[in-house]
Structure formats: C-alpha cells, structure tokens
C-alpha cells in the first residue's frame, strides 16, 4: 500500500469514527488498537501520517517515555533532533528548537495552547510541568514556525502533548520510580504515577483519571554547601476528562486539570554585605476546558472554550524581600473552526480565536496588565495526485497594540516512491512581545541587583521567515534522513543598557528591538537494524546562528549536537538501551564578553525487563560518566544530575 493511499485511508477511518473527530488546532490522538503507521495532527490540524506530514515532525511515543525515567517534558524531549535545553537562570532549563530562543517554543496540551510562563515571569520553565507522564500518549514536536496555525509564541516552533483518551473498555497504568545519586549530595527522586479511563456508560459516557506526584531533593553546590546547584522540587498533579457522545456525529468533552508545586534553593543576595538565603516558589495551576467536536456529512466542526491559570508565589528567608512576591497568570481563549472537503481535491480549514491574557504582579504600577488577541485562519490542503500534496495557509492575527499582523505558510510533500518522501516549504512566524515588556509602568530588578529593567511600549513583534528542504529514505530495516533549514529573524527583543552601565545597583536597562539573526543549518539522521537484535538511531544537528546586527556568534547556542540510541531485545520481554547526548561547545556573553562554554556529553543506560503481561520492572544508570558542571571556570549556566541509580516498576491492566 502506498503512502498516498494510506493517507486517505487515516482519512476515511477518521470520518467513520467519531469518537475520533479531530479538532482544528487540536491534537487528539488514535487509539493503538486501529494499528496505524504514526498519525500526527499538529502540523495541520488534522489526521496525516508521519511520513506526509508538511513540517520537519519528530513523535515520541508512550513506548519511548516507558523506557526511562521522566520527571518533566524536558525529560521527556531528551534525544529530540534539533533540540537544546538552553539556561534560563536559577538551575532551570528551557526548550530551544533549531536556536530559537526557548521563549520561541510553544507548548500544547492536545492542541490547547497553555501559559506562556517564562514570558511573564523570570527564570521560568513551568510550561514543561502540566502533564503528568502516565496521561501522555504521545509527543508531537514541529522544528519551524507554525504561527499559520497558532499564532504567536510559535515562532520557533510547538511541542504537543497528546494525553490518553478513554476507550470502550477500561484500561489503567500506574508506575513508581525512584533514584538516588551516586555521590551522596542530594537530588535523590522518587516518583508514582496512575492513569486510569474506560467507559461510565458504554457508548455514550466516557471518563479518563491521571494523577502523579514527584519528589526531587535540592542539591548543594559542589564545595560550598551552602548555595545550590540544583533546585528542590515537589510536585502534585491530577486531571480528569469526561467524553460524552450524544449521537454517531457528536463529541464533549469536559476537562479539568489541577498541581502545585513546590521548589526551594539556596543562594546569595548581591553586594559585599550579601546574605544568605533560601528562596521558595509555589507554582499553582488549574485549567478548565469544555470542547464539542462535530462530524457531519459535510465535513468537521469545533468549537472550545477553556482556561488556563498559574500563580506563583515567591518567598525569601533571612530578612531579603523578593521583588515580585506574587505573579499570576490567566488566559481565556474561545476558538472555532470547520473543515470541508471540496471537489474532492482539497481539504478547506478554516476559522478563528479570541483570547484574552492577562497578568498580575507586583512589578506593574498598576498591579496588572492585559492585552486581547484575536486571530482568524484558513488553509487548504491540496491533493494533486497520489504523489504530490500542497498545504497553504495563512492566519491573520489581532493584536490591541500591533493592530493586524499575517502568518502565511506553503508546503509541499512529493512521494518520489514508496521509500523516498522529499518536503520543503517556507512560512513567516511571529511573536508579540509580552504584557511585562510591553508596559511603561513595568520594572524589575535583574542580574542579582547589578540593574533595573523598565518596560517599552514602542517594541514591535518578533518576527522570523523559514525555509527548510527534507528527504527521508524509509528502506527495510535502515533509513536515513536529512535536511536543511534557514531562519531570518528580524526585532529580537533584548535588554538593552540606557543609563549608568556598568554600575551595579545603578544600571538601567530598557527592552529594546535590536537584533537580526540569521539561523540556519543541517539536520541529519537515521536508523539501522543490526545482527543480535539490535538497532542503533542516531541524529546529528549542525547550527550556524550569526547576530548580524554586530556580525557575532549568537550566544547559548551549540553549533554540534548529537543524540545516539543502541538498544538490544533479545527477547520480547527485555529490552537494554544505550542513549548518548552531545552538545558542542558554545558561548555565552556577560556585557558583552563572550565566555567559552565546553563541548560535553551525557550517557545513560536503561534496562527493562516484563515480567509478566501487566507488571514490568525498569532500572538503570544516568550520567554514566559521572559528568560535572559544577566547574565556575567552564561559565555553564545550568547544571546535570551527577551519576545516579534509578529503579521503577509499572502496572497496567
């Protein structure tokens, strides 16, 4: 069976079944049972295999996560091609795709977009921690703009989390991890997680229950115990989503999701007279969402409302105040869309959104500030023949201060023959600035006291043009692929000094549009199967990321990355792996020095062992090289785990 006509045959499955009614700007998942070659839905919106997808996809899949321990998305993402977890400040990490900036990379949970934290308050990574690991049924990543579908804080691309959906009979897992790191400063983990969805009323009412909590000890710095080098977390999430199925073409679904975490570190305040001192954030989140999909003998409906909410609450020790004690964040958006198939060549999406973002926090003079998006879209899926396909779309987007801004997207995908898929497009993302940059009655205290940053309601959207050409070869037993991508990126927002440089506590800085950058580079990657049940994957990323405005390297950006996979299944029931991460060397700029950051890399082993159909047993060593980044000198911004020993169970039924 060819591609094309696998394509039509997810298509045709999808309408005939409703339960499996695929929303515009939504990602719901099929169910293994229909085995399907990998079916993703971020890049359009709707049902398309892996191999025709018009976008550069990776899908992590339940199977992968199940493999190794996964605290957060960033765990999660690990091995991901084109990715980097980048420093964001205070041990946390953020996702950067391609060398956009991890403020780039928006998060989706089945297609609905979550709170943009780290655009709102500093030091953020709390988009990475809204899901708990046994609801995941899979992870769509797109490597490129997609603001065509989603608007802004697409600009470098979109992570996915597609969550388990209950199904016609009553399915559960449930898991417990835990590990302890080798040298005895701290950070052990220990984790359990249940998922649980079936039928209430078989036919008619479904329920699908996650729930997770994650433990995380603080870790010292290495020889100076009293600072951190990694962070203290305690987490504890739970969701619940009722499906209801009025008729054969009708589906709503009611969703709520709630977590609090809890993270402490020791550290310093700035100045001679510094103290010590231990700062705590509560990260709370709740999220309400109620969806009706339609699939109608015309074509598809939706129709969703939902909100999302995140306050974080900061609180010091020893006398030091906090400069924002308390940050909120909430989000109301209200979208719709229709697909219709017209003369049986071309697929028609189109429809719009409405959202309102607004945030509270201490550093507004007003306490708080908001800003209304409103977006319309449209796009075509073309079908020339069996072999050649088209998408073009376009969303036009409504901004209270930028009025309206348009983000076009064409592209092509050529089945050569049954093996050979060449793809290629070019789309126009953006970003507008965020409420805190844009206000006038903004600040904050940056860099540990050295300076003060201001708000700047002059700031224009960020703006970045792609090109990207892709050929995958799929052969029996090895494939290879390989591509090439170019981002021009116009108004990069950074901080920029105005007054009293470089004296600290004096220093003023304003947000200012200052920089193009040209990011461009190589992906390739591949898989082979080897003699004695084993398989190797490997994929390598070269980055040529240039600020052109003063003809310099763009900073916290490795030119080499790698990631390698050796796994070994003797047997159905055991599986080992071997995975490796690199990441060259890079730089780092501190007022305008540049610092050299080494070239390093991660290897971890994991074992899996069923021991019966409905109980395995997991075990393994990451940072088997015990790799230190505790080292001033090397000027990382961030920091590993040192070597540690982890062990799970996990049940299914």
Same mark, same amino acid.
């Given at each position: 069976?060819?591609?094309?006509?696998?394509?039509?045959?997810?298509?045709?499955?999808?309408?005939?079944?409703?339960?499996?009614?695929?929303? #515009?700007?939504?990602? /719901?998942?099929?169910?293994? +049972? =229909?085995?399907?070659?990998?079916? %993703?839905? $971020?890049?359009? !919106? @709707?049902?398309?295999?892996?191999?025709?997808?018009?976008?550069?996809?990776?899908?992590?899949?339940?199977?992968?996560?199940?493999?190794?321990?996964?605290?957060?998305?960033?765990?999660?993402?690990?091995?991901?091609?084109?990715?980097?977890?980048?420093?964001?400040?205070?041990?946390?990490?953020?996702?950067?795709?391609?060398?956009?900036?991890?403020?780039?990379?928006?998060?989706?949970?089945?297609?609905?977009?979550?709170?943009?934290?780290?655009?709102?308050?500093?030091?953020?990574?709390?988009?990475?921690?809204?899901?708990?690991?046994?609801?995941?049924?899979?992870?769509?990543?797109?490597?490129? #703009?997609?603001?065509? /579908?989603?608007?802004?804080? +697409? =600009?470098?691309?979109?992570?996915? %989390?597609? $969550?388990?959906? !209950? @199904?016609?009979?009553?399915?559960?897992?449930?898991?417990?991890?835990?590990?302890?790191?080798?040298?005895?400063?701290?950070?052990?983990?220990?984790?359990?997680?249940?998922?649980?969805?079936?039928?209430?009323?078989?036919?008619?009412?479904?329920?699908?229950?996650?729930?997770?909590?994650?433990?995380?000890?603080?870790?010292?710095?290495?020889?100076?115990?009293?600072?951190?080098?990694?962070?203290?977390?305690?987490?504890?999430?739970?969701?619940?989503?009722?499906?209801?199925?009025?008729?054969?073409?009708?589906?709503?679904?009611?969703?709520?999701?709630?977590?609090?975490?809890?993270?402490?570190?020791?550290?310093?305040?700035?100045?001679?007279?510094?103290?010590?001192?231990?700062?705590?954030?509560?990260?709370?989140?709740?999220?309400?969402?109620?969806?009706?999909?339609?699939?109608?003998?015309?074509?598809?409906?939706?129709?969703?409302?939902?909100?999302?909410?995140?306050?974080?609450?900061?609180?010091?020790?020893?006398?030091?105040?906090?400069?924002?004690?308390?940050?909120?964040?909430?989000?109301?958006?209200?979208?719709?869309?229709?697909?219709?198939?017209?003369?049986?060549?071309?697929?028609?999406?189109?429809?719009?959104?409405?959202?309102?973002?607004?945030?509270?926090?201490?550093?507004?003079?007003?306490?708080?500030?908001?800003?209304?998006?409103?977006?319309?879209?449209?796009?075509?899926?073309?079908?020339?023949?069996?072999?050649?396909?088209?998408?073009?779309?376009?969303?036009?987007?409504?901004?209270?201060?930028?009025?309206?801004?348009?983000?076009?997207?064409?592209?092509?995908?050529?089945?050569?023959?049954?093996?050979?898929?060449?793809?290629?497009?070019?789309?126009?993302?953006?970003?507008?600035?965020?409420?805190?940059?844009?206000?006038?009655?903004?600040?904050?205290?940056?860099?540990?006291?050295?300076?003060?940053?201001?708000?700047?309601?002059?700031?224009?959207?960020?703006?970045?043009?792609?090109?990207?050409?892709?050929?995958?070869?799929?052969?029996?037993?090895?494939?290879?692929?390989?591509?090439l991508f170019q981002n021009n990126v116009r108004g990069l927002i950074q901080t920029v000094c105005i007054s009293s440089c470089g004296l600290r506590g004096r220093e003023v800085r304003n947000y200012e549009n200052v920089d193009k950058a040209r990011i461009r580079g190589l992906e390739l990657g591949g898989g082979l199967d080897l003699p004695a049940h084993l398989r190797w994957d490997l994929n390598y990323t070269y980055l040529d990321a240039i600020d052109r405005s003063v003809d310099r390297r763009l900073g916290d950006r490795a030119r080499h990355l790698a990631n390698t996979r050796l796994q070994w299944t003797p047997t159905a029931a055991f599986t080992a792996q071997v995975r490796g991460e690199y990441v060259g060397s890079q730089l780092t700029y501190s007022s305008n020095t540049a610092n050299s950051v080494p070239a390093y890399s991660l290897w971890h082993l994991e074992l899996t062992q069923r021991v019966t159909h409905n109980l395995s047993i997991r075990g393994g060593i990451e940072n088997l090289t015990d790799k230190d980044f505790s080292d001033t000198s090397d000027n990382f911004t961030f920091a590993e785990p040192g070597r540690t020993y982890h062990l799970g169970v996990s049940l299914s039924?």
């Amino acid at each position: 069976m060819s591609r094309s006509t696998r394509l039509r045959t997810v298509r045709t499955s999808a309408r005939l079944l409703p339960t499996l009614a695929l929303l #515009p700007l939504t990602a /719901l998942g099929f169910e293994k +049972a =229909l085995d399907l070659e990998p079916t %993703v839905v $971020t890049a359009t !919106a @709707t049902a398309r295999q892996l191999g025709d997808a018009p976008a550069s996809v990776t899908v992590i899949s339940r199977e992968d996560l199940s493999m190794r321990p996964v605290q957060d998305l960033e765990d999660a993402l690990r091995g991901t091609p084109g990715l980097q977890f980048t420093g964001v400040g205070m041990t946390r990490r953020g996702v950067s795709i391609r060398g956009m900036d991890s403020e780039h990379t928006l998060v989706l949970v089945n297609g609905q977009r979550i709170n943009t934290a780290a655009g709102a308050i500093a030091h953020a990574d709390f988009d990475l921690g809204w899901v708990p690991v046994e609801a995941i049924e899979r992870i769509e990543v797109i490597r490129g #703009p997609m603001s065509s /579908l989603y608007g802004s804080e +697409a =600009l470098g691309g979109v992570v996915n %989390v597609i $969550t388990r959906r !209950a @199904t016609d009979a009553w399915h559960g897992a449930a898991q417990i991890n835990g590990g302890v790191r080798e040298d005895g400063r701290g950070g052990q983990t220990h984790q359990l997680g249940v998922y649980a969805g079936g039928p209430l009323v078989p036919g008619v009412l479904g329920l699908s229950l996650s729930g997770e909590t994650r433990r995380r000890q603080e870790t010292p710095l290495h020889g100076n115990a009293t600072q951190s080098e990694i962070e203290g977390r305690n987490a504890d999430s739970g969701a619940l989503t009722l499906s209801w199925t009025p008729d054969t073409a009708q589906r709503v679904d009611f969703s709520y999701a709630n977590g609090l975490e809890d993270r402490w570190r020791n550290t310093r305040s700035a100045g001679a007279a510094g103290r010590d001192y231990e700062s705590n954030d509560r990260i709370e989140r709740e999220r309400f969402s109620v969806a009706h999909s339609g699939d109608w003998s015309w074509g598809r409906s939706s129709l969703r409302a939902y909100r999302n909410t995140l306050e974080r609450t900061n609180r010091y020790t020893n006398g030091v105040v906090p400069t924002s004690p308390r940050q909120e964040l909430t989000d109301d958006i209200v979208d719709g869309s229709l697909s219709v198939p017209v003369a049986g060549a071309h697929l028609f999406t189109f429809g719009g959104e409405w959202r309102k973002e607004q945030l509270e926090d201490g550093g507004f003079t007003t306490g708080q500030a908001q800003i209304i998006h409103r977006a319309l879209f449209l796009q075509d899926e073309i079908e020339f023949d069996p072999a050649w396909s088209l998408v073009l779309g376009n969303r036009f987007d409504r901004h209270e201060q930028f009025g309206w801004h348009n983000s076009p997207r064409a592209y092509l995908v050529h089945h050569v023959n049954d093996a050979l898929t060449i793809k290629g497009g070019g789309g126009r993302g953006f970003k507008a600035p965020t409420l805190k940059q844009l206000s006038p009655g903004y600040s904050a205290i940056g860099g540990g006291g050295m300076f003060t940053i201001y708000g700047n309601p002059e700031l224009e959207p960020e703006i970045n043009t792609t090109y990207e050409l892709n050929a995958d070869y799929q052969a029996d037993g090895w494939s290879l692929t390989a591509g090439l991508f170019q981002n021009n990126v116009r108004g990069l927002i950074q901080t920029v000094c105005i007054s009293s440089c470089g004296l600290r506590g004096r220093e003023v800085r304003n947000y200012e549009n200052v920089d193009k950058a040209r990011i461009r580079g190589l992906e390739l990657g591949g898989g082979l199967d080897l003699p004695a049940h084993l398989r190797w994957d490997l994929n390598y990323t070269y980055l040529d990321a240039i600020d052109r405005s003063v003809d310099r390297r763009l900073g916290d950006r490795a030119r080499h990355l790698a990631n390698t996979r050796l796994q070994w299944t003797p047997t159905a029931a055991f599986t080992a792996q071997v995975r490796g991460e690199y990441v060259g060397s890079q730089l780092t700029y501190s007022s305008n020095t540049a610092n050299s950051v080494p070239a390093y890399s991660l290897w971890h082993l994991e074992l899996t062992q069923r021991v019966t159909h409905n109980l395995s047993i997991r075990g393994g060593i990451e940072n088997l090289t015990d790799k230190d980044f505790s080292d001033t000198s090397d000027n990382f911004t961030f920091a590993e785990p040192g070597r540690t020993y982890h062990l799970g169970v996990s049940l299914s039924f």
